[in-house]
């Protein structure tokens, strides 16, 4: 048998909309493969009644098809889905980890990117690598259109703030612009670079700047009860930049490793004030799936 671990991810970061993500250093999935016949799947843990363990639809399903790797595979789950922290992407990675070398077929981080991405196509109905490349090759990713990711340590620290409230995939992308203004276009490539600049030097400051979106996140807010309170909150108890993480429901901020609790307990409070129950995970900047 062989089991590991993936992380949770925020993809996005505000100005990267479908191209950065983060790998957080918790929550994440354990997943355990032992070789089989045919694959079956067993899921437990968190928001596991919610996930089919039917192989055709199922992400690990289709990450043990794609590596030609048939296995028994119980999926742990510590990231609940539809929360916006990378759920499926976590269990797709880990499973691809977990059978590549269960299999010894020998692929790198970088190879099994579009495999579970390939995985991920199963729920979403669109191939995202932007939470698989973080959960694979941890820190903080950049992902292409070729499928090409760039990957880059920081040390940073996160809130991520899970409220009990359910926004589709499929709403939060209808919400998207077909288009955007020039002026919008130049603000939001200063803010991504600001933000990549950022993470090289491990800056909260500058990560925080570039997380502004003017183009994908005002339409995506409006979609999640409190969120406009939850960030003045956070910004009000020292956090450098706030956002909707992935699709949303939750929300990420940027922080000093001294305000980490302060910038949760805020925001916790922040979704109280509008009525709905929220639970914040002091987080940070964290490594890639490993093999247990
Ligand atoms: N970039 C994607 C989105 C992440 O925001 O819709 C969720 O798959």
Known sequence: MVTARAPATSANLGSGFDTFGVALSHPADTVSVERAAETTIEVSGAGAEFIPTDPERNVVGAVADALDAPAHI???????????????AASAAAAAVALNELYDRGYSR???VPVAAEGEAVVSGEAHADNVAPALLGGFTIVRSDDGATS?????????????????????????PDSVSMADHVET????????????????????RGLDDPVVTPARAELITGYAGV??????????????????PSVLAVCEPGERRSVAIEMVEG????????????????????VL
Do not use: W
Not at 74 to 80: F, L, M, P, S
Not at 194 to 203: F, H, K, P, Q
Not at 271 to 290: K, M, S
């Open 74 to 88: 119980h999926i742990d789950k510590g990231v609940r889905p539809s929360s916006g922290l990378g759920s499926s």
């Open 152 to 176: 880059i340590a920081a040390d940073l620290s996160l809130v991520a703030c899970l409220p009990e409230v359910v926004v589709s995939t499929r709403d939060a992308r209808e919400v998207v």
């Open 110 to 112: 970088h190879d099994l």
């Open 271 to 290: 979704f109280a004030d509008a009525g709905v129950g929220a639970r914040a995970y002091q987080t940070a900047v964290g490594d890639g799936a490993t």
């Open 189 to 208: 490539v200063g803010n991504a670079a600001t933000l990549t600049a950022g993470m090289c030097r491990s800056d909260s400051r500058l990560v925080g």
């Open 231 to 248: 960030r003045e909150a956070a910004l009000a108890a020292g956090a450098t930049g706030v956002t909707v993480s992935g699709a949303g």
